[in-house]
């Protein structure tokens, strides 16, 4: 997951930018927050553990100078929630000091750090970000060379903004699994994990980052080039669709909300029932709620309100973080009781949250409680930079839809189609990574992979 941010301008406050690009991003990582700024090639670097308004005051942000900014929101897929491996993370090599967010995750990670240490490089985080940037950092190469060099060794999703010699660099897997967008905020460039984040600073959308592609920011302009040749057509994590990726966020050239109702209707159309209410499971399940009540022409209420000062259940770092988030986080309304309601989400991952969520509006007097999810099973881990549990802990992995439907104690439950969900996108389904859906990986991944790995080794 994880938010990575931008900017280059002679006469803008950067910090200040990125700030405000963090906070529209700041649902893809709620655990740390960070802001590099570079003053004529000289670092300054805050970061910390907590979300982006509880890292940054007016106070802190009026002490970050210069003309280059980047910044990142994290959320750990490799290395354990600690101050050391919150971003960006700042390393001195020998070449040059890089400083390097990182939204993905490596699956060459550990090969990566062993040939490191045996160029005698030393790593202080059990992040696999640091990775990136040592490889940058410790090649003598010029640095739009030692990039590409670096790229080339790189396996797995890696959408990158880093600061290096006072340039600003982007650069992006050859698969495309995380997004990365360039734009315009009048005359300066801006990088961006999503389009939302432009939208909020005030920038023009350019285009996307390609697949493969490195962009160099500095005084000569914007310098694209391929570091490493695209693979075959891309692979863009459709969990964004469905779930991580902000609804006013443009994938692909796609609106997501949009996509996001047609799961809804298609949804309705493959598992129609009988029922006096439609109503959302906030906040991503609501624009197929609204699909589905619009193809059905069943009732929408809100009938769950949503504590929006508690942070994403699904993003919290333990079980019993997530458990007791559910409890703080919604309530049903008095007009589901006696009715008929149907449930609309976007995933079940591992079932505790929905099973919460079902037993709380039979509480409330629901008389029939019917889940519809906005996508397939969700049945193997993701290696690309979600935190999905092994395969024994997901629910839907080793389990039928009619057990899954006992467990979390719906009268009913169905999930849209695989097609139904790539209908949905109106993309092909050659540019997509479907693997949590289908376990059919676009690279070789490592089956014995864990996020806290390198904590030993720490």
Same mark, same amino acid.
């Given at each position: 997951?994880?938010?990575?941010?931008?900017?280059?301008?002679?006469?803008?406050?950067?910090?200040?930018?990125?700030?405000?690009?963090?906070?529209?991003?700041?649902?893809?990582?709620?655990? =740390?927050?960070?802001?590099?700024?570079?003053?004529?090639?000289?670092?300054?670097?805050?970061?910390?553990?907590?979300?982006?308004?509880?890292?940054?005051?007016?106070?802190?942000?009026?002490?970050?100078?210069?003309?280059?900014?980047?910044?990142?929101?994290?959320?750990?897929?490799?290395?354990?929630?600690?101050? @050391?491996?919150?971003?960006?993370?700042?390393?001195?090599?020998?070449?040059?000091?890089?400083?390097?967010?990182?939204?993905?995750?490596?699956?060459?990670?550990?090969?990566?750090? +062993?040939?490191?240490?045996?160029?005698?490089?030393?790593?202080?985080?059990?992040?696999?970000?640091? $990775?990136?940037?040592?490889?940058?950092?410790?090649?003598? *190469?010029?640095?739009?060379?030692?990039?590409?060099?670096? $790229?080339?060794?790189?396996?797995?999703?890696?959408?990158?903004?880093?600061?290096?010699?006072?340039?600003?660099?982007?650069?992006?897997?050859?698969?495309?699994?995380?997004?990365?967008?360039?734009?315009?905020?009048?005359?300066?460039?801006?990088?961006?994990?999503?389009?939302?984040?432009?939208?909020?600073?005030?920038?023009?959308?350019?285009?996307?980052?390609?697949?493969?592609?490195?962009?160099?920011?500095?005084?000569?302009?914007?310098?694209?080039?391929?570091?490493?040749?695209? *693979?075959?057509?891309?692979?863009?994590?459709?969990?964004?669709?469905?779930?991580?990726?902000? %609804?006013?966020?443009?994938?692909?050239?796609?609106?997501?909300?949009?996509?996001?109702?047609?799961?809804?209707?298609?949804?309705?159309?493959?598992?129609?029932?009988? *029922?006096?209410?439609?109503?959302?499971?906030?906040? =991503?399940? @609501?624009?197929?709620?609204?699909?589905?009540?619009? !193809?059905?022409?069943?009732?929408?209420?809100?009938?769950?309100?949503?504590?929006?000062?508690?942070?994403?259940?699904?993003?919290?770092?333990?079980?019993?973080?997530?458990?007791?988030?559910?409890?703080?986080?919604?309530? %049903?309304?008095?007009?589901?009781?006696?009715?008929?309601?149907?449930?609309?989400?976007?995933?079940?991952?591992?079932?505790?949250?929905?099973?919460?969520?079902?037993?709380?509006?039979?509480?409330?007097?629901?008389?029939?409680?019917?889940?519809?999810?906005?996508?397939?099973?969700?049945?193997?881990?993701?290696?690309?930079?979600?935190?999905?549990?092994?395969?024994?802990?997901?629910? !839907?992995?080793?389990? @039928?839809?009619?057990?899954?439907?006992?467990?979390?104690? !719906? @009268?009913?439950? !169905?999930?849209?189609?695989?097609?139904?969900?790539?209908? =949905?996108?109106?993309? %092909? +389904?050659?540019?997509?990574?479907?693997?949590?859906?289908?376990?059919?990986?676009?690279?070789?991944?490592?089956?014995?992979?864990?996020?806290?790995?390198?904590?030993? *080794?720490?």
């Amino acid at each position: 997951m994880c938010g990575v941010f931008g900017i280059r301008s002679a006469d803008r406050d950067v910090a200040r930018v990125s700030y405000f690009g963090l906070f529209a991003l700041q649902h893809r990582g709620q655990e =740390s927050a960070g802001i590099a700024v570079s003053d004529r090639g000289r670092l300054t670097v805050l970061r910390d553990l907590g979300l982006v308004t509880q890292v940054f005051t007016e106070e802190k942000l009026r002490g970050l100078h210069g003309q280059v900014a980047i910044g990142h929101t994290r959320y750990s897929t490799t290395g354990s929630t600690h101050w @050391t491996n919150s971003q960006p993370l700042v390393h001195h090599g020998s070449a040059r000091t890089v400083a390097l967010g990182h939204n993905g995750n490596l699956v060459n990670a550990t090969e990566l750090r +062993e040939q490191l240490a045996e160029e005698g490089v030393k790593l202080v985080t059990t992040s696999d970000t640091e $990775v990136i940037a040592a490889l940058i950092a410790n090649d003598p *190469a010029p640095l739009q060379k030692a990039i590409a060099n670096a $790229v080339s060794r790189l396996q797995g999703a890696f959408s990158v903004t880093a600061l290096a010699e006072g340039k600003l660099i982007g650069f992006r897997d050859p698969h495309g699994f995380r997004p990365l967008v360039l734009g315009r905020l009048d005359g300066d460039w801006v990088l961006a994990s999503e389009t939302c984040a432009l939208d909020l600073v005030g920038a023009e959308l350019e285009r996307e980052v390609g697949l493969g592609e490195l962009v160099v920011i500095d005084d000569e302009g914007c310098r694209p080039e391929q570091a490493v040749p695209e *693979a075959n057509g891309g692979a863009l994590c459709m969990f964004e669709f469905f779930y991580l990726a902000r %609804p006013d966020t443009r994938l692909a050239g796609v609106e997501v909300h949009g996509a996001r109702v047609r799961m809804g209707e298609r949804l309705a159309e493959e598992a129609p029932v009988e *029922a006096d209410l439609v109503l959302p499971i906030p906040d =991503s399940g @609501t624009p197929a709620a609204i699909g589905f009540a619009r !193809a059905t022409g069943i009732d929408f209420s809100e009938g769950l309100i949503k504590n929006r000062y508690v942070g994403r259940t699904f993003i919290q770092p333990d079980q019993g973080l997530r458990e007791q988030g559910v409890k703080l986080k919604f309530n %049903p309304l008095a007009e589901v009781k006696g009715k008929r309601v149907v449930a609309v989400d976007d995933s079940i991952v591992r079932g505790n949250t929905t099973r919460q969520i079902v037993a709380m509006l039979f509480e409330a007097g629901a008389a029939e409680v019917h889940v519809r999810i906005s996508s397939p099973p969700i049945i193997s881990q993701c290696y690309y930079g979600i935190d999905f549990a092994e395969e024994d802990e997901l629910i !839907a992995a080793k389990r @039928t839809v009619e057990e899954v439907r006992e467990y979390i104690g !719906a @009268t009913t439950l !169905a999930y849209l189609s695989l097609d139904g969900l790539q209908a =949905s996108t109106r993309r %092909p +389904e050659s540019s997509f990574c479907r693997a949590c859906l289908t376990r059919d990986y676009p690279t070789a991944v490592p089956r014995e992979s864990t996020k806290l790995r390198f904590e030993a *080794a720490r």
